[in-house]
């Protein structure tokens, strides 16, 4: 009987669970999948960052290299 309760109740939560982000809308179970894998994309990028964190600096400092590399003000080289 306890499980007929419970399984009602995760029911109700599901049916009721809603997010909306712009133009994104998503209700019930999609919206509860959509949750959950972003909370473990989440996790997975945090965990990629503590693993690698003694090469952030590095790659971020090409990063910004690259960035002011495509920028249209930047100095060209004149053939």
């Known amino acids: 009987m306890k499980q007929q309760k419970f399984f009602k109740r995760v029911s109700r939560v599901t049916?009721?669970?809603?997010?909306?982000?712009?133009?994104?809308?998503a209700q019930g179970p999609p919206a509860v999948l959509v949750a959950l894998s972003g909370l473990f994309v989440a996790?997975?990028?945090?965990?990629?960052?503590?693993?690698s964190s003694d090469?952030?600096?590095?790659?971020?400092?090409?990063?910004?290299?690259?960035?002011?590399?495509?920028?249209?003000d930047?100095?060209?080289?004149q053939p």
């Open 15 to 25: 049916r009721t669970f809603r997010i909306e982000a712009g133009p994104f809308r």
């Open 43 to 51: 996790a997975a990028i945090a965990r990629a960052i503590i693993t």
């Open 74 to 77: 930047a100095p060209r080289l």
């Open 55 to 72: 090469r952030l600096p590095e790659t971020l400092r090409e990063a910004r290299a690259l960035a002011q590399s495509m920028r249209r």
